[in-house]
Each structure stands twice: as structure tokens, then as C-alpha cells.
């Protein structure tokens, strides 16, 4: 059974900073394509960062230089830091594990 299990989501002031949690169980993160998605209200999905099997990483544009994706192997987890974070980064961030197709239920960030 697969789990991926998000963590880390606040209610937090403009310009602070977030760390976000992805527990997997089940599922190796190791060496596949893991990836965060947000989802805002009134606002289709949005992939904001991905991590791919070889270490490689990208971001979409509008958060480019604020967040950072990063896995440990060890502990099967995949993070996402998140630094001076904007009223309009304010959504339910899911984890992804972009090839197989699972997804967490997400855990919220709201920012004000």
C-alpha cells in the first residue's frame, strides 16, 4: 500500500519560510521523479518543483530562487523549502511521485 504523507504546511507571515515533508511508505523515493504541486484556490494546479531520478532539479518560474527541492534517501522522504513566502504562495502543496502517478493529500500553507 503507497503512501505518501505531506507535512510541514502553516499559517505563517509574509517572508517567512516553510519546510514541507513528504513521508513515503511503500514506494522507494529513491532515484525516481518526485515532484510539488500546489493547488490555490481559483486556480488550476500548478507543478512548482521537480526533482528528477539523476538529481536534477526545476522550478516553475514564479518561484524560481525562493524553494528548494531536496530528498533523503535514508529516510525515504522528499522536502521542499520554501523561503520569503508570498501571500500568492498560499495553497494546498501536494507530494508526487510524477511516474507512478501518486499523490499525497497535501498539506496546507497559508500566508498573510
Known amino acids: 500500500h503507497v503512501q505518501l504523507v505531506e507535512s510541514g504546511g502553516d499559517s505563517v507571515q509574509a517572508g517567512e519560510s516553510l519546510r514541507l515533508s513528504c513521508a513515503i511508505s511503500g514506494y522507494t523515493s529513491v532515484n525516481i521523479c518526485m515532484a510539488w504541486v500546489r493547488q490555490r484556490a481559483g486556480f488550476a494546479r500548478e507543478g512548482v518543483a521537480i526533482?528528477?531520478?539523476?538529481?536534477?532539479?526545476s522550478y516553475a518560474t514564479s518561484v524560481k530562487g525562493r524553494l528548494t527541492i531536496s530528498r533523503d534517501n535514508a529516510k525515504n522522504t522528499v522536502h521542499l523549502q520554501v523561503n520569503s513566502l508570498k501571500p500568492e504562495d498560499s495553497a494546498l502543496y501536494y507530494c508526487?511521485?510524477?511516474?507512478?502517478?501518486?499523490w499525497g493529500q497535501g498539506t496546507q500553507v497559508t500566508v498573510s
Open positions: 526533482l528528477d531520478f539523476d538529481g536534477r532539479t
Open positions: 508526487v511521485a510524477w511516474e507512478a502517478g501518486y
